[in-house]
């Protein structure tokens, strides 16, 4: 598992887009395996914790962070690795996962039980996929934001 | 009697009970995570129960996480139940199991008891 901490900058990394001290980048890199989901969303809920997230958004956005790598888990390819960006801002975290898949004919989970679940406990959720091409496998990306104070329910 | 049932993870990870109560009702106690990893087993778990009892209570008390996949598990067991006319009930007071079932307005699918006692009251 890959940690990369954008708040240390590495010498000659040339120009950070998020190189605003109050956005604190970090990025997991692991094996597209069930077994890496624990992990990568207890990762999720620490960051939240650590940004003052009130406790219903800390649990929401573990519980999404785990559907979202669940998704992309079940697609991905024979040996993929699963990427895992979260960006933390003021309020807000914004999480980017993607792997690459094999098949593209219905890449998308989005008619799912699971893509439904993700919609009610993210602010935000997209999806994006590049097809395969020859000699090139597919990728899928998910992404979601969260914000620091759950809305109160209608 | 109260069978401990052999499970492929540690307990801390998802732990799954039965305890008989008289022929026809079964309390199912789940405690740690049921995410993607630990759903099957739950989902395969309360299958047999519901085929061999009338009513099952599932006490989510000691549930520490709930994702999509457990969500996902508790509502086919439910739908088993009210396909093969058997009693599903809930007990929950975990906290996060709870928000689990707020945030995605599946709540109001299943039927919740106070506790196991009470779930248990009715049966018959």
Same mark, same amino acid.
């Given at each position: 598992?890959?940690?990369? *901490?954008?708040?240390?900058?590495?010498?000659?990394?040339? /120009?950070?887009?998020?190189?605003?001290?109050?956005?604190?980048?970090?990025?997991?890199?692991?094996?597209?395996?069930?077994?890496?989901?624990?992990?990568?969303?207890?990762?999720?809920?620490?960051?939240?914790?650590? /940004?003052?997230? *009130?406790?219903?958004?800390?649990?929401?956005?573990?519980?999404?962070v785990? *559907?979202?790598?669940a998704?992309?888990?079940?697609?991905? /390819?024979?040996?993929a690795t699963?990427?895992?960006?979260?960006?933390?801002?003021?309020?807000r975290?914004?999480?980017?996962a993607?792997?690459?898949?094999?098949?593209?004919?219905?890449?998308?989970?989005?008619?799912?039980?699971?893509?439904?679940?993700?919609?009610?406990?993210?602010?935000?959720?997209?999806a994006?996929?590049?097809?395969?091409?020859?000699?090139?496998?597919?990728?899928?990306?998910?992404?979601?934001?969260k914000? /620091?104070?759950?809305?109160?329910?209608? | 009697?109260?069978?401990?049932?052999?499970?492929?993870?540690?307990?801390?990870?998802?732990? &799954?009970?039965?305890?008989?109560?008289?022929?026809?009702?079964?309390?199912?106690?789940?405690?740690?995570?049921?995410?993607?990893?630990?759903?099957?087993?739950?989902?395969?778990?309360?299958?047999?129960?519901?085929?061999?009892?009338?009513?099952?209570?599932?006490?989510?008390?000691?549930?520490e996480?709930?994702?999509?996949?457990g969500?996902?598990?508790?509502?086919?067991?439910?739908?088993?139940?009210n396909?093969?006319?058997?009693?599903?009930?809930?007990?929950?007071?975990?906290?996060?199991?709870?928000?689990?079932?707020?945030?995605?307005e599946?709540?109001?699918?299943?039927?919740?008891?106070?506790s196991?006692?009470?779930? &248990?009251?009715?049966?018959?």
């Amino acid at each position: 598992m890959t940690y990369v *901490d954008s708040g240390t900058p590495m010498p000659n990394h040339g /120009a950070d887009p998020n190189s605003d001290e109050s956005v604190l980048s970090l990025e997991l890199r692991t094996t597209a395996s069930t077994v890496s989901i624990p992990t990568i969303r207890t990762v999720a809920a620490d960051l939240a914790a650590r /940004a003052d997230f *009130d406790l219903d958004s800390i649990d929401d956005l573990r519980m999404a962070v785990d *559907d979202l790598c669940a998704m992309l888990v079940r697609i991905a /390819a024979a040996n993929a690795t699963l990427y895992c960006t979260f960006t933390v801002r003021p309020e807000r975290i914004e999480v980017a996962a993607e792997t690459d898949v094999d098949d593209l004919a219905d890449p998308l989970p989005t008619g799912s039980f699971a893509w439904r679940v993700l919609q009610c406990l993210a602010d935000e959720v997209g999806a994006t996929s590049v097809p395969a091409e020859p000699g090139r496998p597919g990728r899928v990306r998910i992404t979601l934001a969260k914000d /620091a104070l759950t809305a109160p329910q209608p | 009697m109260v069978t401990r049932v052999d499970n492929d993870f540690p307990a801390d990870i998802i732990g &799954l009970q039965v305890a008989e109560h008289g022929p026809d009702a079964r309390v199912v106690t789940v405690t740690g995570e049921i995410d993607t990893l630990t759903a099957p087993k739950l989902a395969t778990f309360l299958n047999e129960q519901l085929s061999a009892a009338q009513v099952v209570v599932v006490d989510l008390d000691g549930v520490e996480f709930l994702g999509s996949a457990g969500l996902s598990a508790l509502f086919e067991a439910n739908e088993q139940a009210n396909r093969e006319r058997r009693a599903l009930r809930m007990v929950c007071h975990s906290r996060i199991a709870n928000r689990a079932l707020e945030a995605t307005e599946l709540r109001d699918q299943f039927t919740f008891a106070d506790s196991v006692p009470e779930a &248990l009251k009715h049966s018959t």
